[in-house]
């Protein structure tokens, strides 16, 4: 692949942590968790859902067209987040750029509504198909632009985000673009979404009433798994070349798929993150990563094996570890982008953000470069590495 460096110029995201960064910062630094319960799936659940001034965005976004009466939550974060991206970045009106913005589940909400209305009555409502397909986020997006780039949508579960930034990344080096808004966007606070999670024994049990962590991400000696889900978007802009308004510039990306052993396997030492860590790191001394930002999804086995991978390939190295799923839960196709924010604000702020509840690890140097890090559903994993504009 060509030396083009590739910058990102403006990013922007919609979750329980806000939706600027400096009340998303402000959230970091609180050292809380953003979780709350609603009645779903016939009970009292765990969940990170928007803030109240993001839903409230939201919520005249709806109201503002006619034709976003009818969209789906994964639909409106992602054209918040974009929108206010799209302007930071400075792109006007006549810029040409790709969109690539994916989601793990897509527009699980309405697709249940529309069933259960199918199931009562016997009869599908007109826009029943075309609001509950795939591409939904990034048409709508492109049509909320008025942009005239390429339009991509796809689904690699929880690596889903990251996939959109290596595509961003792969048009640009290419050639064939030069600017792209790449991200995820999910709604999964869903009765039949928490059930399938229920199902496969990784929701969390714990009781926010008893327990002051219901979410254990990063906790590498639990005998239970405590995955919660969130929602939210996040997107950011990239453009090829070296730009005065780059916020920090990917310098590699890595990606490497597991052999399955079953639908959600993942192996003892996540082989896939051992590979996809060396591509993303390429020439680069793993002395020189100064922290990554772990998928860790808070279930014994997805936290521990990404643990071991990164003892794999740092060995006696070990950067600074973090995650923010503690804090905000597993927000799926999302999941990569949110970290990447976490990302950007350490650098940016020069400050580890910890996790409360495991031992205290001290920084002794400046916040120059991070590795951030996402796995999908049968051991999909994406690496992406990012350093200091």
């Known amino acids: 692949m060509n030396s083009t460096k590739i910058a990102i110029t403006a990013f922007s995201s919609l979750s329980p942590l806000g939706n600027n960064p400096e009340s998303v910062w402000k959230k970091y630094l609180d050292n809380q968790h953003c979780f709350s319960t609603q009645f779903l799936d ?18 005249k976004l709806r109201e503002s067209d006619a034709k976003y009466k009818f969209l789906d939550d994964s639909v409106l974060f992602a054209l918040a987040a974009s929108r206010k991206a799209v302007q930071d970045a400075g792109w006007k009106e006549d810029a040409v750029f790709g969109i690539n913005i994916g989601s793990s589940r897509g527009a699980t909400d309405l697709f249940e509504k529309h069933y259960k209305e199918y199931l009562d009555t016997g009869k599908a409502q007109t826009l029943a198909s075309p609001t509950t397909t795939l591409g939904n986020i990034s048409s709508w997006i492109a049509h909320d632009l008025q ?20 595509n961003g990344v792969a048009w640009l080096k290419s050639g064939m673009a030069d600017k792209f808004l790449v991200g995820g966007s999910e709604a999964p606070l869903t009765d039949f979404t928490i059930a399938q999670m229920r199902a496969l024994k990784i929701y969390s049990r714990l009781d926010q009433a008893k327990d002051l962590w219901p979410n254990l991400a990063f906790d590498f000696e639990k005998t239970q798994n ?10 950011c802009c990239l453009e090829a070349g070296e730009k005065e308004n780059a916020i920090a510039y990917i310098s590699g990306v890595g990606y490497a798929t597991e052999i399955l052993e079953h639908n959600i396997s993942i192996s003892a030492e996540a082989t896939c993150f051992q590979k996809s860590m060396k591509m993303a790191l390429k020439d680069e001394s793993p002395e020189n990563i100064d922290v990554i930002v772990m998928h860790a999804p808070g279930t014994i086995k997805g936290d521990l094996t990404e643990l071991r991978a990164i003892e794999k390939v740092f060995g006696a190295h070990l950067p600074l570890l973090t995650t923010n799923k503690w804090k905000i839960g597993h927000t799926f196709g999302a999941s ?6 976490l990302a950007l604000l350490m650098m940016e702020h020069n400050k580890f953000v910890d996790v409360p ?23 999909n994993a994406v690496s992406v590495l990012v350093e200091k504009a």
């Open 336 to 341: 990569g982008m949110l970290s990447l924010e």
């Open 226 to 235: 405590t995955m919660i889900l969130g929602e939210g978007a996040a997107v």
């Open 147 to 166: 942009s005239t780039g390429p339009e991509i949508s796809h689904s690699i579960t929880c690596s889903t985000a990251l996939h959109a930034l290596l």
């Open 357 to 379: 509840f495991t031992k205290a690890q001290k920084q002794h140097k400046e916040i120059k470069k991070i590795l951030i890090n996402a796995v999908g559903f049968g051991g």
């Open 42 to 59: 016939q009970q009292e659940t765990s969940v990170a859902a928007l803030d109240a001034e993001s839903k409230e965005i939201v919520a």
